[in-house]
């Protein structure tokens, strides 16, 4: 009976896993065909395989593509370094491509999709066992409408991501303490930062044992062990062990307190900018300087619900592990803004995707509010669909 009801889940997963990823098809594809994009961002050759892959290959995918193929000594010349990249998915994309013989670009579509498939069913078995079935089903459609959703289906590091931190919690739940240190070095090898699974992985050690956590820690150690194997590998390659930190000087971000990003966008945001006249019958692309306060002010917005909704989730019950890891995931890429980009806070929208606690708290949010429910389950996909327009043809990136 048990496995009959989690084949139930995965099928509901799956079932509308489908039908959102028909809707974004066709939105790319529609607006592929018929809207003027941009350029891509790095000047190598872009696949020639069909549109229905290629709509999922832009921005950092052309990087996770040349690393698959080449490896981290690249035949093409940017100012940017690939170390900023983390190893374990264009390795999973390199894989597919030599088992499969397919196209990478098709590989990295396919197991983004599966990737995301199996973490959401963690996902969904994680959050029943802490609270029911309806917050469940309500965190997966809330995964699934989030504006920057689609980023799941790119050939993005953010549905391996999400399956290597969902697999940890979900194994610290159980006690099974080995697969979640598995988990975090899943999640280690594919962002930096994997490696702050450590702090609320052990909260739930403690909770669990006490003073005999120590058995549960040491499954633990081996985030910190994979952590170190990456930079192992950079100081041999490179001969800098940190390179994968001082890489990103090269897209602009420095090291600031966490308050510093969001007032300078604010700032931004309150600074005219000079009127431009758009000359009739001319593209410009929406990834402008024109366009810098919508940007700033989308960025700065989920910035603060990232900060927010964590802390809503801890009144309604989510666990202080939970809380802590939203919170860091929040705070670690607003100590690292962008200040002189058209956005200081750049791709935060992106890096508040992957952040569980924060769907959580939408589904518990929704439950208590039947209305605002049906008022984020109309406005979520529409945004979706724009910023998926803006995406697939090269006029935005998160």
Partial sequence: MRYINKLKKLSWIAIVWFISRIALIFIGWVANLRIPGGNPSQPWPMSKAPLIFTMWDRYDSQWYLVIAKYGYNIPYKSHYSPQAFFPLYPMCIALVHKLAKIPYVVAGVIISNIFFLVALFFLYELVENRFDEEIARLTIIFTF????????????TES????????????????KWWIAGIGGAIAVLTRNLGITLLLPLAWIAVEKHGHKAWKNLFPLLLIP???????????????????????????????????????????????????????????????????????????????????????????????????????????????????????????MTRYILVLFPLMVALAQI??????????????????QGLFFILFTTWNWIA
């Fill in 145 to 156: 409408l989030f504006p920057t959703s689609f980023f799941f289906s790119a050939i993005y």
């Fill in 160 to 175: 391996l991501f999400l399956l290597g931190t969902v697999l940890a919690f979900w194994a610290a739940d159980q006690d």
């Fill in 225 to 347: 062990m994979a952590f170190s194997l990456w930079a192992i590998y950079l100081w041999h390659s490179t001969g800098d062990p940190l390179r994968f930190i001082h890489s990103e000087s090269g897209w602009g971000r420095f090291l600031s307190p966490p308050w510093v990003g969001i007032l300078t966008a604010i700032k931004k945001i309150l600074t005219p900018i000079p009127s431009v006249k758009f000359p009739s019958g001319t593209y410009i692309s929406a990834w402008s300087i024109q366009f810098s306060h919508v940007y700033s002010t989308i960025d700065v917005t989920a910035a603060i619900l990232g900060i927010i909704l964590p802390l809503v989730g801890k009144k309604y019950g989510q666990p202080w592990p939970w809380v802590i890891f939203a919170l860091i995931g929040v705070l670690i890429p607003m100590s690292a803004p962008t200040l002189y980009s058209m956005t200081p806070l750049a791709s």
């Fill in 366 to 383: 929704s439950k208590k509010h039947p209305s605002l429910e049906i008022a984020l389950f109309v406005s979520l996909p529409l945004i």
